[in-house]
């Protein structure tokens, strides 16, 4: 069965930071591309980014992220992070963690709340 846990979701300040992990099981992690996705409160999933499987050699951002977060695995650890930097109000969201673009299969979130 697959399984994908998000944590490290907070409430922080606007400029600030935060790193989020999503540990995986229940397939071979390291073959998979994997994704974040967010979903903001009334909106609908948004796809986030994106890394490449085995080495994550790849990595894809959405516009809205570009040049503030970064993407990374550890497939020793069957691990994804997002390590989120100069947050906006806006990236106020529930974070997850998918194995397809459109955030299909994912877990069930961590809320990262951007607020002075």
């Known amino acids: 069965e697959v399984q994908l846990v998000e944590s490290g979701g907070d409430l922080v300040q606007p400029g600030g930071s935060l790193r989020l992990s999503c540990a995986a099981s229940?397939?071979?992690?390291?073959?998979?591309?994997m994704y974040w996705v967010r979903q903001a409160p009334g909106k609908g999933l948004e796809w986030v980014s994106s890394?490449?499987?085995?080495?994550?050699?790849?990595?894809l951002y959405g516009d809205s992220v570009k040049g503030r977060f970064t993407i990374s695995r550890d497939n020793a650890k069957n691990t994804l992070y997002l390590q989120l930097n100069s947050l906006k109000i806006e990236d106020t969201a529930m974070y997850y963690c998918?194995?397809?673009?459109?955030?299909?299969?994912r877990g069930q979130g961590t809320q990262v709340t951007v607020s002075s």
């Open positions: 229940g397939f071979t992690f390291s073959a998979y591309w």
């Open positions: 890394i490449s499987n085995y080495g994550g050699g790849r990595t």
């Open positions: 998918a194995l397809d673009h459109s955030g299909e299969t």
